[in-house]
Structures are given as C-alpha cells and as structure tokens.
C-alpha cells in the first residue's frame, strides 16, 4: 500500500527547497527531546531542509510550480465532504489533562449540558498545526496544561488531527472549507447558549485555520486571536502562495507572535501587532541549528517553530512575564533606541499597534518579564 507522502515548502535564498516525508503520519516514531535522538523522520527532514542541499524549482509529490510559482493541490468536493465528520471539539475542564469531553461538530452544543462547562468564565479555543491533535504531548497538552493552571478560561481544543494528518498542500487546500464547518458550529453553540465571544489561538496552520475561522462566523465575536508563528510554506511570500491565510482583521485584535520567521514560518506581518521574539527567527535561544547537528531529531528541527506555542503557554501560567516593547525594527531595539516606548505582555490587546520585540531565556521559564523588553 503506497505510503501517505507529506511535503512542506518554503522559500529560503531566493530558492524553493522541499522535503518530502515519506512514511505515514499515523507510524511516526515518537520525538525525543534528547540530544542524541535520531529517527527517520529527522534525518530526511534534516537531509532535505539542509542549506547545502541544491533544490530550486524542484517539484515534489503534489507540489508543483513553473517559474517559481506554485502549482496548488485541490480535492474533490465529494472527497473533501468526507473530511467533516472526523472533526472533534474538546472541553478540558480538569484538573489533569486527561480530563475532557469530546464532542462532534453537530453535537458541540452538548458541551453545555454536561456539567463541565463554567459559565462564570470566558472561553478560549485552541486550533492545533499540522499533523498534531488535541491530545498531542509536550504540544497541545502543553497548552492545555497551561490553561488548567491558570485556572480562569473554560478551554476548548479544535481536533481536526484526521484532515491534518493528511500531505501538507492537501491540509492547506481544504482549510477554507473546515474553517466553514468550524464556523456554522461555532456559531451554533453560541446561539444556544450565553457564550457570545471567544478567544481563539492558534499555532503554524492551527493560526491560519483560527483566522479562517474567525473571518466566516456570523453570531460569535472573536476579541482577540493569537496566530503563534503563522505558518510560512505556501502562504508567503506570494510568488509560493496557495492561501492568503490569517489577517489583521480577523478578529477584532489579532496578535501574531513570530519566533521562525522565513522559514516554517511566515516572515509577514500579519497582526495588529506582531511580537518578534529574539529577532522571530531561527536560531532562537536553547535550539539547535539544525544544519549542524547529524543526529538532531525533528523535535530539534522544529525547535525554533514550536518555540512560540512554548512561550505563549508561559505567558499564560504566569501573566506578565512575557511582555514586548514598541519598535520600528529589530535594529532599533538591539540599539537601545526604543527604551521610551510601550511595552505590552502578549496575552493582552493594546491601543499602540506595530511591531513589538523582546528577549528571551534558553530554557523555561522563558520570559523575562519587563526585563526582556
């Protein structure tokens, strides 16, 4: 049986270099945070994402492109429709993270009646990246996690781990119309009850899929969405473009956050602020280049990627202690030259849009409150 291919592209040097992984989503071995883990999945990512490697206008399992512009997946309606009822919303309600309720997307409303859902707090939902699902270690949970400690927002986890599982532009293709299902659900479950507005936050495609979302609902309002390093391969730049992907105004305040900018992901300015943390880009402190590292594994390759969705959950436990400052450019900040500035945590909106950068540590706790700034 021929294996499920999955690809991802981005834009680095002016050249299109792909990877392709080629065993099945659903056999990966587990990722080890070890230093010395290695596994099929990280050597190839490793082989193919390596600078010295010599692919430009290559083209790889579905995708495709002449000229350096992209030629993008589509699926059929019938095969597509197929992909809606394995959709599931998630209510952890504690107090570990093995403690939830699954519910389908027609069924969202039921998440009301059970007797977990605290109607004395907000909600906020979280929209999963690519190829992870709502109960995904050290990723989903972690946020999870997060939330539970904090102790203040009813959370809901978007489980879409069955379309997501799928090849990378196959994912990317069909986002426009799970965002639609995720909608008229959304919308549903605020028709039939008092929850009226919601915080959405999403990681890499999770923050596409979360801006989507937002842009289609009709009855629930969205005060703030957190895109937490939009995914870049084929949402910018726009020559390599199959999506336009989360806006400004989505929401009524979008924060993007940006820690792997031009490479996973997108090196646009796409909120109403946009965080850099240490620059937003690869290398950030504590991960590994990986063009260095033979043995590296993917946990590591990812490191820079993921490492938004790290310090999102550590803005979360403790309010405060990842906070950015108001600059034109990262130049400015590594200057001094914005010190008079306002400063803002992450997790809260502001009047003072623009970018905003901060530093900060190797290893958790990550944030360094003001001191960052």
């Known amino acids: 049986m021929k294996s499920v291919e999955s690809s991802i592209i981005f834009y680095f040097c002016f050249s299109v270099v792909t990877a392709q992984l080629a065993t099945p989503a659903s056999t990966w071995p587990p990722l080890s945070t070890s230093a010395t883990c290695n596994n099929s999945l990280s050597s190839e990512l490793l082989t193919m994402f390596s600078p010295n490697a010599a692919f430009s206008n290559v083209v790889i399992s579905s995708i495709s492109y002449v000229n350096s512009t992209v030629i993008c997946t589509s699926m059929a309606d019938a095969e597509v429709a197929l992909l809606r009822p394995t959709i599931k919303i998630y209510l952890f309600y504690g107090p570990n993270n093995t403690d939830y309720q699954v519910e389908t997307l027609d069924n969202m409303k039921n998440l009301l009646t059970a007797g977990h859902w605290n109607f004395s707090r907000p909600a906020t939902c979280f929209f999963p990246g690519w190829t992870k699902s709502a109960t995904s270690p050290g990723y989903s949970l972690e946020v999870v996690d997060a939330y539970l400690a904090n102790g203040t927002s009813n959370l809901l986890v978007v489980d879409w781990w069955a379309v997501n599982r799928m090849e990378y532009t196959r994912v990317v293709s069909v986002m426009p119309s799970v965002a639609q299902w995720l909608a008229q659900a959304f919308d549903a479950f605020c028709e039939a009850s008092n929850v009226t507005a919601m915080t959405f936050v999403g990681h890499s495609l999770g923050a596409h899929l979360s801006g989507y979302t937002a842009r289609r609902l009709a009855a629930l309002a969205v005060p703030f969405l957190a895109a937490l390093d939009p995914a870049g391969p084929l949402f910018s730049p726009v020559p390599l473009r199959c999506q336009e992907g989360v806006r ?84 400015a900040f590594a200057a001094g030259m914005c010190s008079g500035r306002s400063t803002n945590d992450i997790t809260a909106p502001t009047a003072n849009w623009g970018p905003y950068y901060f530093k900060t540590n190797a290893d958790a706790p990550y944030g360094q409150g003001i001191h960052g700034a």
Do not use: I
């Open 248 to 331: 400004a105004d989505d929401a009524h305040f979008v924060m993007a956050l940006h820690t792997d900018a031009g490479r996973f992901g997108s090196d646009a300015a796409v909120g109403s602020v946009d965080y850099y943390a240490n620059n937003g880009t690869h290398v950030q402190p504590g991960c590994t280049p990986y063009d260095t590292q033979p043995g590296a594994c993917a946990a590591q390759f990812l490191c820079s990627h993921t490492r938004a969705l790290l310090l999102w959950c550590a803005a979360v436990r403790r309010p405060g202690s990842v906070v950015g400052r108001l600059c034109p450019s990262s130049s």
